[in-house]
Structure formats: structure tokens, C-alpha cells
């Protein structure tokens, strides 16, 4: 069952007390979710309805890779390279192997309104002057997937939530125990690209399950707008992550970044 914005609230002042965002928070993903199977180097293309908007661009379907990643064409899976020039949306990138764990996805309408109200209280939560209201939205869940034979396993969700113009990717976390390659998202136009603020280092991700990329966000939840109003001259933003406390500089991702990453 989807929190409401009360239990949200309560959530987020005991997050101190607690090893990880409990899995609770998640979008629904245990009824009527598709699941894909895990292998090497895989790609699932789903035709969305209706088309989302990346950096001024339509996409009609999505591939989604087990590779903590979705990308808007097939053959592409991520990897160290991530090139720029192609877009793609990674809440966790990292190179997944089939050793366990599940990924499964959902796509939602504004006739699932738990699902709706949810995406909605999270957007402007971090875009507090966006006056969202969601009507449809991929849910994409990774569960316990892992990138050796080892014990680590991570858990994670990727929401992409549009009002049938406006596009934000939500990153959700619950469970983190091994480094990703990459988290964040790029425009492919080789140019414009979001990321989090030393998303490389144990150090800071650890607690990335969490914290947000708002100070005033609720913890374990990072939001991003994708659709083209806020990439336009924000070239290689690094957005910090915080520990909510609703304290200094609260405001969307745009406006909290720390450094622009370096375009070499």
C-alpha cells in the first residue's frame, strides 16, 4: 500500500533510526507488473502510452536493461563508456548479472490513483513551484539483483511520472550494498547530462537510501525533470545529495547543484 502524505512525513523523521527507506515507499510492483527475465547484457522494449518527452524529443517505447538502467533503443546496455551521445536513465547503472534477484515493470494511468497521488506528493516535494499532478507513469523495480556471485544484492526502483507534458524521472532506494557505475541521466546530445555529487564514493553512497537531492526531499528519493525546461544551459549538472533536514537552499535539483561536472 502506498504511504500517504502523513505516514510520508513520519517516514521521513525516523529515516535516523532506520537502516534503509523501507521497501513500503515503493510504487506498487506486486500486481500486474510484467517481469523480465535477468540475463547478460539484455534489453525489454516497451511501447509507452502515451510518448515521453526527453530534452524536447518523443519517445514512444523504452528498453529497459537489467543493468540498473532504461534507454530510449535497443543494443545499447550501459557499461563504463555510458556515452553521452545516447539518452538513457539510470538509477543505479552498474553491470548486473543473472546470479538471483528479479526485475519487473508497470505502467500506470491516472485511473490508479494511490499510484498517481504518490508520484505527485514526490515531484513537488523537490519541484515545489511545479504545480504537478501526474497521470500516467512506468514503474520499473530491480529486487536483489547483483553484480558477482557474492552475497551483495541491491534493491531499487525507477518511476517515470508525466502529466502528458512534463517528464521526471524518481529514483527510489531501499536496499545498497554494492557501487554503482553511474546513477543519474543523460539528454544524447552529448552535452547535457545529470548526475549525483560523488555518486563514485562508498563514503557517500552508503547513505544515498537515505537521503535526496532536496534538502526539504523525503529520504531514499531522488527527482529529476527531464523533459526540457530545466536541461536547457544545464550542461553536466552534479546535484548534491542530502540528508533532509529542510534547511538551507531548499529547491529543486536546478538550483542545489554544487558544481558542474567537467565536460572532458
Known sequence: MTPNLSEALVILVLFYAVTGIDAATFFTHDGGATSVTIGDDISERVTLSPAI??????????????????????????????????????????????????????????????????????????????????????????????????????????????????????????????????????????????????????????FLDRMSNSQCGTGGILVFQLDGSTWNGAEYVCSHVYTPACRNRPGPPEANYDVRCPTA
Open 53 to 206: 518527452t526527453i530534452k524536447g524529443t518523443q519517445f514512444t517505447e523504452i528498453f529497459i536493461s537489467e543493468n540498473g538502467m532504461v534507454t530510449t533503443e535497443d543494443g545499447f546496455y550501459g557499461g563504463l563508456s555510458f556515452p553521452y551521445a545516447k539518452p538513457w536513465i539510470a538509477p543505479f547503472g552498474a553491470d548486473i548479472i543473472p546470479a538471483g534477484g528479479t526485475m519487473e515493470y508497470q505502467q500506470f494511468t491516472s485511473t490508479d490513483t494511490a499510484q498517481m497521488e504518490y508520484a505527485t506528493q514526490l515531484v513537488n516535494e523537490v519541484y515545489k513551484d511545479a504545480a504537478f499532478t501526474a497521470v500516467n507513469a512506468l514503474v520499473v523495480t530491480w529486487t536483489d539483483v547483483k553484480i558477482d556471485s557474492g552475497s551483495k544484492a541491491n534493491t531499487f526502483q525507477l518511476a517515470l511520472v508525466s502529466d502528458a507534458s512534463r517528464l521526471y524521472a524518481i529514483f527510489l532506494y531501499d536496499k545498497l550494498e554494492f557501487l554503482p557505475e553511474k546513477i543519474g541521466a543523460s539528454a544524447g546530445d552529448d552535452a547535457t547530462f545529470y548526475t549525483v555529487c560523488y555518486s563514485d564514493k562508498q563514503s557517500h553512497l552508503q
